[in-house]
Structure formats: structure tokens, C-alpha cells
């Protein structure tokens, strides 16, 4: 559970072009040392020695550590969920068209986390800081209310409940698979998000047969 005795939002959202360069280095700094040092090692002081900014600059933004990581998190859920939005778009009105693109839509994700600062170190700790967890669901949940409204349109035979739960399932699975193909060297990631597809469709197919 988030702890609510730690304040994580964000004190300001900066508007002026100078003061979004400094919030984003902030954020680009604090999600390396985030990979170097760990969520336990890191602190405010930290981060605004390593990007060059002052402390009291620092909280102007953000009153605490755990806000910088938020902030991180919602960074990078945010561009994961783009995609997806982006996969229902291309999808149509198909639930066929939709789990037909299950692989395309967890390789995509996969690069867009790679590609992200510190990608794998906040997924791990959205996952096993409790004050964060909050951030993963939170998006998890964003996810899933938008694909069970495509979904209800699509499969209107399945009560909107039981949409959720299969919804939400899926989208879990895919994360898992996205931070498998990254923390397993050995493993292509291509062959851990292939076999993720095939579990996927399995049980989607299975849905949509069941539901005829």
C-alpha cells in the first residue's frame, strides 16, 4: 500500500522552456543514478549534485526522492500507454486485428522502454517499492478501462466485469514479458515476447470462442 505520509506529487509543473530543460535533466539524471545506486542509495542532494542544479531548485519541484521516482514512473507509463492507445487506433474495430497485433504491440513497447532512461530500473522499482506500486497500477488500470470499453462493443455477449478481469490479466502478462526480455541476457527477446504472443492469443482466442 502507498504510504500516505509521503507526499508524491509533484510542488510545480514548470511552464517556461528553461525551467522544463531543468525538470527533464533532473529526471534523465535521477533515473541513471537510479540504475547505478538503487532506490536506497539515491537521495535529493544526490540528484541535484549530479545535474548540476542547486537543492533548493531541486524542491521547487519536488518535495522528496520518492516524488522524483513518481515522476519517473509516470514518465514511462505514460509512453508505454501510448503505444497501446496507438495499437487499439490501428486495430479498428477488429478484436481479431487486435490480438493478430499482440506481438508488434509488445515488441514496440519493449523498444520505447529500452530506449527510455533508466526504463528497467523503474519498472523494478514501481514493482517493489510500496510507496510507488501505486504508479503501476494506477496505469495498469488507465490501460485496461480504455481496452474493455473497445472490448464491450466488440464481445458484447461478456458482462463488463468479467471483460475487466481478462483485460487486466493480459495486460500484467505483457509487462511481466517486457521485463523478462529485458533482465534475461540470455533469452532473445524476440523468443520471450514470441512466446508471451502465444499464450496471449491462446487464451484470447479461447474468449472469443466461448462467447459466440
Known amino acids: 500500500m502507498t504510504d500516505p505520509s509521503i507526499d ?6 514548470p511552464r517556461q522552456k528553461r525551467a522544463i530543460e531543468t525538470y527533464e535533466r533532473v529526471l534523465d539524471v535521477a533515473a541513471r543514478l537510479l540504475e547505478e545506486e538503487g532506490v536506497e542509495r539515491i537521495s535529493t542532494n544526490l540528484i541535484a549534485e549530479k545535474a548540476d542544479v542547486t537543492p533548493p531548485t531541486l524542491y521547487r519541484y519536488f518535495p522528496n526522492k520518492y516524488a522524483v521516482l513518481r515522476a519517473l514512473g509516470d514518465r ?7 503505444i497501446f492507445e ?18 508488434e504491440n509488445l515488441m ?3 523498444r520505447v ?7 528497467l530500473s523503474i519498472m523494478r522499482a514501481l514493482r ?3 510507496t510507488l506500486q501505486q ?9 485496461t478501462d480504455e481496452w474493455v470499453e473497445h472490448l464491450s462493443t466488440l464481445l458484447p455477449n461478456i458482462p463488463k466485469p468479467e471483460l475487466w478481469i481478462k483485460a487486466r490479466l493480459t495486460v500484467d502478462i505483457g509487462y511481466a514479458a517486457i521485463e523478462m ?10 523468443t520471450v515476447l514470441s512466446e508471451a504472443t502465444t499464450a496471449i492469443t491462446a487464451y484470447w482466442q479461447q474468449i472469443i470462442t466461448n462467447s459466440k
Open 8 to 13: 508524491l506529487e509533484p510542488k510545480n509543473k
Open 113 to 119: 522502454t529500452e530506449q527510455h532512461p533508466g526504463g
Open 86 to 103: 496507438r495499437f487499439l487506433t490501428d486495430a479498428g474495430g477488429s478484436i481479431e486485428a487486435q490480438i493478430e497485433g499482440t506481438y
Open 108 to 110: 514496440e513497447t519493449l
Open 76 to 82: 514511462l507509463m505514460q509512453e508505454q500507454n501510448e
Open 181 to 190: 526480455a529485458m533482465e534475461e541476457q540470455a533469452l532473445a527477446s524476440e
Open 135 to 143: 504508479v503501476r497500477l494506477a496505469s495498469h488500470h488507465q490501460v
Open 128 to 130: 517493489a517499492v510500496p
